[in-house]
């Protein structure tokens, strides 16, 4: 790399975005770091990051299908409120339409949006299991952390300064989008995620064709 004049790109976090609220309950930790799924809407994890803009500090959240590490849901928003979070749940419920029945658990950080009681009436509502990260535990949501990485790695420090947060929200959609349907994710052997869960139902179906 050094001969071709090529460097990493570098990831790094300076602003604080999980403030724990020590008086609300929070559930188990029904994950315990093991993020693996055996198929889709199995088990999501929610975390939120920040941009830096001409605009002042912007807030982007993630809600990701651990199955293949699709992006479900995401939202822009100016403040860490737990609105901004339940919007970007709102679009993942919207976008995949998880059956009750069939057992999911959303896993999150123990910020204070995430277990706020409207966002965890809302999971109560969809039939969704919560899970929250033990605390003082830096890998209690690593997923998550590690899609946020590659969000600023690949768009936000390649693209910076940040004028709008108009610009923004384009660029992330723009971003989500190559991110699913284009990016080459070693994890699930280097295919992307939208190919990786076509793939998986295109086997049920044959499966169930034979059966």
């Given at each position: ?16 975005t999980t403030t724990s ?191």
């Amino acid at each position: 790399m050094r001969r071709r004049g090529l460097r990493g790109v570098v990831r790094g976090k300076v602003v604080r975005t999980t403030t724990s609220d020590t008086r609300a309950p929070c559930p188990l930790d029904r994950v315990n770091r093991q993020f693996k799924a055996d198929r889709p809407n199995q088990l999501w994890v929610s975390d939120f990051t920040y941009v830096s803009t001409w605009q002042g500090w912007l807030y982007v959240a993630f809600v990701i299908d651990v199955f293949t590490r699709r992006i479900v849901g995401w939202r822009v928003s100016s403040s860490m409120n737990t609105d901004f979070v339940l919007d970007a749940l709102e679009q993942a419920l919207y976008a995949r339409q998880p059956e009750p029945e069939n057992a999911l658990i959303h896993h999150s950080d123990r910020g204070s949006q995430y277990v706020s009681i409207r966002y965890s009436e809302r999971l109560g509502e969809a039939g969704i299991e919560p899970s929250v990260g033990s605390r003082g535990d830096s890998y209690d949501n690593a997923l998550a952390e590690t899609i946020n990485g590659l969000y600023k790695a690949e768009l936000i420090h390649r693209r910076a300064p940040w004028r709008t947060r108009e610009s923004l929200e384009l660029a992330t959609l723009e971003w989500v989008s190559w991110f699913n349907h284009h990016r080459l994710l070693g994890s699930i052997g280097y295919v992307p995620p939208a190919e990786a869960e076509a793939t998986y139902y295109r086997q049920l179906t044959e499966q169930a064709a034979t059966a």
